[in-house]
């Protein structure tokens, strides 16, 4: 298996009095706060309020998670095209074939807009990397965003990132974006989405239409992978020296593929997270196609619309099982749950070097059993929306809609109390973990037909974790994570299972960082954003966000260039004890991190130590312990202890 990758504001003032939380009261008409199904909680399925709805368009065409372009079928939809990109190919952009895929919608079911994601790309179109006027000119003149306010456009940052290649596909190779921001358009704070469901003929309404505004969702912003408008050079080497802007192409490795630069230009307009779940509408409960339109008020006379089917119980396969064994149709939600094999010494706890073994029990929102068949469906079944909606990572998430959440996985890593960030991935982690990486559930490769060994096969509910002769004694934790995409709701769960090694006393995390429960809570809790875990886990981030790679962000360089950027988070940025607890772990800058808010601090000094892993300083290693052994970092607010 290759190895992959939110109070009112009188409490909220009297536990942080400098953190404004007027943003973050989303309570419901009733003044009911908390979370249960009454007033929010999307794991609880067909329990809940309200489903959560996820809307994709990639160039036009309305398109599944999963990459797969969405037909009009017989649908009223003179606009909409008659071929889409192909999302598989290398070149989607330009590559067109018939759409096969369906999006469904359960007849006479709540759902509120969570995510709408509308993007433009083109490929190899813009190719003078000193020089992105033509890409700027197709942003604003040419591309399916063009009829809005581009004033004052400018670029925001130029950047390189490093991702580590897959044995046998792909190479080490760097990728170098661009991106620009502060148009006119995105400082618009008061501009609309207005979401209504049309009969077959494209005239009849079906519904009253609801009305979102775009300051009704938790993210949108470049750093957290949501809206960005840039260009980017493709799989490239490093540059050889400030400025350099060539592109520097790989080397052929034998038995490899060659490996060209590519060149990427982009709008994609992304909202995920709604913090107003209460504003609902009702999918009607007349079964058949019918079609979904999505109105902006800043291009108030081209309408995105969603080819959809209105489907009831009836209309569904019982691809899921009850309690009883028996086969029913699955409801909404996900649940991935692990049960573990009894320790061999019978304590309750497990020995170092005793090998123990994970089995999966993935259940949908009401408990059903999803694999009844004891093993997770092959890509192909689920590129096929065969698998009861599961998500597995694709071509389409990676290269073309520039997603890294899809991966299911698990990590088992501990004890808790030495889960503290590895500030240089390079070096020995001060916890041990099942593996340097998360795990994959299924291979990296699953989906990719040219792998057809891969592409058609299962994959194995159960797992083995090989503790070390030397496992320090403690609480250990085993984490699982998977996503799901079924009758438009997109959704990603993690649980965190605990488990004692050594000995039976428990033990905790270090609490070195953490208040993020302060805005983390309710409609904006962290269990409904990114991976579906819970605030209560959040030091166990780092167990796989510690790579030497950039394909996926590293926590503390992810969280603080999130957070710095995003207009939601309105708190001064120089105070680092809203979120640090201690002093110590305010205290490891390094030039991955620091130049997550602060590009230039030292300009082109440290120019070579940017793209190096290795070495001393590194843009991982700690500057601490180098050049500011002496001084803590100038400007900032710093815990006292």
């Known amino acids: 298996m290759i190895r992959s990758t939110f109070v009112r504001s009188a409490l909220c003032a009297l536990l942080v009095p400098t953190l404004s939380c007027n943003l973050l009261d989303v309570n419901d008409d009733e003044d009911v706060s908390g979370r249960g199904a009454r007033v929010f909680d999307p794991y609880q399925s067909s ?78 179109k813009h190719t003078n990397t000193s020089d992105l006027t033509q890409a700027v000119r197709w942003m604003k003149y040419e591309s399916r965003f063009r009829n809005l306010d581009w004033g004052d456009l400018g670029k925001v940052s130029d950047t390189w990132t490093f991702n580590t290649g897959i044995e046998g596909f792909s190479q080490d190779a760097w990728t170098r974006e661009v991106l620009f921001d502060n148009a006119r358009w995105r400082r618009v704070t008061d501009d609309t989405f207005t979401v209504e469901i049309l009969d077959a003929d494209g005239v009849t309404p079906r519904m009253t239409p609801v009305v979102y505004s775009r300051g009704d969702f938790l993210a949108d912003s470049a750093a957290g992978g949501h809206t960005r408008l840039g260009w ?26 060659p490996s060209p630069p590519a060149y990427r230009t982009l709008v994609k307009m992304d909202m995920v997270g709604s913090t107003n779940p209460f504003k609902t509408f009702e999918a009607p409960f007349i079964p058949g196609p019918a079609i979904l339109k999505v109105t902006w008020s800043q291009l108030p006379n081209e309408p995105f619309v969603f080819p959809i089917e209105l489907v009831t119980q009836d209309n569904l396969a019982p691809t899921c099982a009850n309690a009883d064994g028996q086969p029913v149709v699955c409801g909404f939600g996900v649940d991935p749950r692990f049960k573990f094999s009894t320790p061999a010494n019978g304590k309750g706890y497990y020995e170092p070097a005793e090998s123990f073994r994970l089995f999966l029990d993935l259940r949908d929102g009401d408990g059903n059993q999803m694999l009844p068949s004891g093993l997770l469906p092959s890509g192909k079944d689920m590129l096929a929306d065969n698998a009861n909606g599961l998500l597995y990572p694709t071509q389409t998430n990676y290269f073309a809609l520039l997603e890294r959440d899809a991966q299911p996985a698990y990590m088992v890593a501990g004890p808790l109390q030495n889960l503290r960030v590895r500030s240089d991935p390079q070096l020995k982690a001060p916890y041990w973990s099942a593996d340097a990486e998360s795990i994959g559930l299924v291979d990296d490769l699953a989906t990719l037909s040219a792998f057809p060994g891969v592409y058609a096969s299962t994959w194995t509910t159960r797992y083995t974790v090989d503790l070390p002769k030397d496992a320090e004694a403690g609480t250990y934790v085993a984490m699982v994570k998977s996503h799901r995409y079924f009758l438009g709701e997109r959704v990603a769960k993690m649980n965190a299972y605990f488990f004692q090694v050594g000995q039976a006393e428990p033990t905790t995390y270090p609490s070195s960082v953490g208040n993020c429960q302060l805005c983390h809570r309710g409609v904006l809790s962290l269990d409904n954003l990114r991976h579906g875990m819970g605030v209560d886990h959040v030091e166990a981030c780092k167990t796989c966000h510690q790579r030497d790679s950039d394909f996926v962000a590293r926590i503390q360089q992810v969280i603080h260039s999130v957070h710095n950027t995003s207009p939601r988070y309105t708190q001064n940025k120089t105070d680092c004890t809203v979120c640090h607890l201690t002093r110590e772990s305010a205290l490891r800058p390094s030039i991955n991190v620091c130049a997550s808010c602060h590009p230039s601090v030292h300009g082109d000094e440290y120019f070579s130590e940017q793209f190096s892993a290795k070495g001393d300083p590194n843009r991982f290693g700690n500057c601490a312990q180098t050049c500011h052994a002496q001084s803590t970092p100038r400007g900032h607010i710093l815990p006292e202890n």
């Open 47 to 124: 329990a809940s309020g309200a489903i959560r709805l996820s809307l994709q368009q990639f160039n036009g065409c309305a398109i599944l998670p999963s990459g797969v372009a969405v037909s009009k079928g017989t649908l009223n939809l003179p606009d909409y095209p008659d071929t889409c990109p192909d999302l598989s190919a290398t070149d989607p952009t330009s590559a067109r074939i018939k759409p096969t895929g369906t999006l469904r919608l359960m007849a006479g079911t709540k759902y509120f807009l969570n995510q709408l994601t509308l993007s433009d790309i083109v490929l190899n």
């Open 232 to 257: 980017r050079m493709e799989t490239v080497q490093a540059p050889q020296f400030p400025g350099d802007t060539a592109p520097h192409p790989l080397p052929v490795l034998f038995g490899q593929p």
